[in-house]
């Protein structure tokens, strides 16, 4: 993923039509025009990686692989639209079923914070109802280098106080403002599945070929002794999603670099192991466009 720069594809004018159309009209006539989208980017956009992972991981035809690339793109732009719809406060849209949410209240009642990583999979913001039952403070952890108009767009059309985002730095300060969120008993959620060129990676297999992932995660949770949750929301129909949590983890943190670089690895591959299964249950909805495996980098 060295490809990958940190910012969000999009435009300033496009991102406000759709929340206009979210904030005025059925959703589903917000479907209509997001279709025409997708279709213009299966077309038109550089379709590389999912042509590799459709065909060569999950085993598409050519044939599927050309289809599954227009419902992918056409499910990323359902997701944005069901995250506008929730941030801004129309919830009455969805429905929820929750997987494990039990796990995340006994994170909550440990005392010590929580950190749930996800992935750039199905649209887990849509679960705002589950995670403010939770009866904590919600920390996104995100790249500070998305486009500066488009941020203030959504800052100004979008309507939700109980999330806050904690913007990954240069200097490294976010580190400090996640130890504090550990400390006051606030959940982190981070994405596991991307990194940006620079960041520590250790080299698994995932989905039957080597894949490079990033340790800052984990190795946050077990340095701050924070239990681990996995957690992702899936869509299943127009207004209908699944939210997955897995039970919490506390990881150990050894003093010695190589047994902690052991454990590190362990981590991670239970992460895979999660993110493995909900992929090969919803294949069309990781929204990833960018080189992952090492395979598909030397090409």
Not at 133 to 161: C, F, G, P, Q, W
Not at 270 to 290: A, G, H, M, R, T
């Amino acid at each position: 993923m060295a490809s990958w720069s940190g910012k969000t594809k999009g435009g300033k004018r496009g991102y406000k039509f759709f929340i206009l159309l979210v904030k005025n009209t059925h959703i589903r006539v917000t479907y209509f025009f997001v279709f025409f989208v997708a279709l213009y980017y299966s077309l038109f956009a550089k379709k590389e990686p999912l042509k590799f992972y459709f065909y060569k991981i999950v085993g598409f035809s050519k044939s599927k692989t050309r289809i599954s690339i227009l419902k992918n793109y056409f499910l990323l732009g359902q997701s944005l639209v069901d995250k506008f719809s929730v941030l801004s406060g129309i919830r009455d849209r969805f429905s929820f079923d929750f997987l494990g949410e039990s796990f995340l209240h006994d994170i909550v009642k440990g005392g010590k914070g929580g950190l749930l990583i996800g992935a750039h999979m199905g649209n887990w913001e849509v679960a705002g109802e589950l995670l403010e039952r939770l009866d904590t403070k919600i920390n996104l952890v995100m790249y500070d280098a998305e486009k500066e108009e488009i941020k203030k767009v959504l800052e100004e059309s979008l309507n939700r106080n109980d999330m806050h985002i904690i913007a990954i730095k240069e200097d490294f300060s976010h580190l400090f403002k996640i130890k504090e969120a550990f400390d006051r008993n606030e959940m982190v959620v981070m994405h596991g599945d991307r990194f940006l060129p620079g960041t520590n990676t250790i080299k698994v297999d995932f989905m039957g070929k080597p894949a490079l992932f990033p340790t800052g995660p984990l190795y946050l949770a077990s340095k701050h002794k924070v239990p681990v949750s996995y957690v992702y929301a899936l869509k299943e129909s127009a207004s209908h999603y699944s939210f997955y949590a897995t039970e919490g983890k506390i990881y150990p943190y050894p003093s010695k670099i190589k047994t902690r670089q052991e454990e590190i690895k362990k981590m991670i591959l239970d992460y895979v192991k999660s993110f493995e299964s909900i992929i090969n249950k919803y294949p069309l909805q990781w929204f990833n466009y960018y080189p992952f495996w090492e395979e598909e980098k030397k090409n």
